[in-house]
């Protein structure tokens, strides 16, 4: 079964560092997210991306943080300069195809970004 | 805003049936979600139903969908010690539709006990 394959497994980054999150998508579908969990907490969402541009943000995706697709393939998540605060599992999802948009988010197994 | 609820834990006897329940105050009408997690690991698509669907029987997960309620429960039969992990309950925003974001509970750690 295709599956969304997220690189590296594990991040450790020193505060104030820029950090780039990769994320392969199942091949074919359209819309991308991204996600993340801080330790013992909920997942939560913060930025989704369709047709090259974000479609929706949440409050948590400051100017801080960034999002390309930079070629057919693969989808990135920059922290500029990241914080102690941004330490979280980070989760990249995708959905929908041109034959059907109407399809379930399924979710990579996360990159655990550490920052020290 | 939009808030989805469930119980922190749930611990049950290897081969009782499990339910794991969630509320959520509001959804697009498109596809409701449960996922389970690992220790250490992602986010495991375990099932879903559509809005407009009541019940979903998937092998030994049965999910109930109450609309009227804003209610979605997991149950699993003859739980093993294997079921024993984090689910997550997860809606798609109210007016996001199926590309929507999702909202996630905080999640039920089910213990299961031999």
């Known amino acids: 079964e295709p599956e969304v394959t997220q690189t590296p497994s594990h991040q450790v980054t020193q505060m104030g560092q820029e950090v780039i999150l990769r994320c392969v998508p199942i091949s074919n579908h359209l819309y991308f997210y991204w996600y993340r969990q801080i330790l013992g907490q909920k997942v939560e969402f913060l930025v989704s991306?369709?047709?090259?541009?974000?479609?929706?943000k949440s409050e948590i995706f400051d100017d801080q943080f960034s999002v390309e697709r930079p070629d057919g393939s693969n989808f990135t998540l920059k922290i500029r300069s990241t914080k102690l605060e941004d330490s979280a599992m980070y989760f990249c999802?995708?959905?929908?195809?041109?034959?059907?948009?109407?399809?379930?988010?399924?979710f990579g197994d996360g990159t655990r970004l550490s920052i020290l | 805003g939009e808030d989805v609820e469930q119980s922190l834990f749930l611990s049950v006897r290897e081969g009782d049936s499990s339910v794991i329940n969630c509320t959520y105050t509001d959804s697009s009408s498109t596809y409701l979600y449960w996922y389970k997690q690992e220790p250490g690991a992602g986010l495991q698509l375990l099932t879903y139903?559509?809005?407009?669907?009541d019940m979903k029987q998937d092998q030994r997960l049965t999910v109930l969908l109450n609309k009227k309620d804003k209610h979605l429960s997991l149950r699993i039969a003859d739980t093993q010690t294997g079921d024993s992990a984090i689910y997550f309950c997860a809606v798609p925003a109210p007016y996001g539709g199926s590309q929507g974001n999702l909202i996630f509970g905080k999640g039920t750690k089910l213990s299961v006990k031999p």
């Open positions: 999802a995708s959905t929908g195809t041109f034959d059907n948009s109407n399809q379930p988010q399924h």
């Open positions: 139903i559509f809005s407009n669907m």
């Open positions: 991306f369709y047709n090259n541009e974000i479609s929706e």
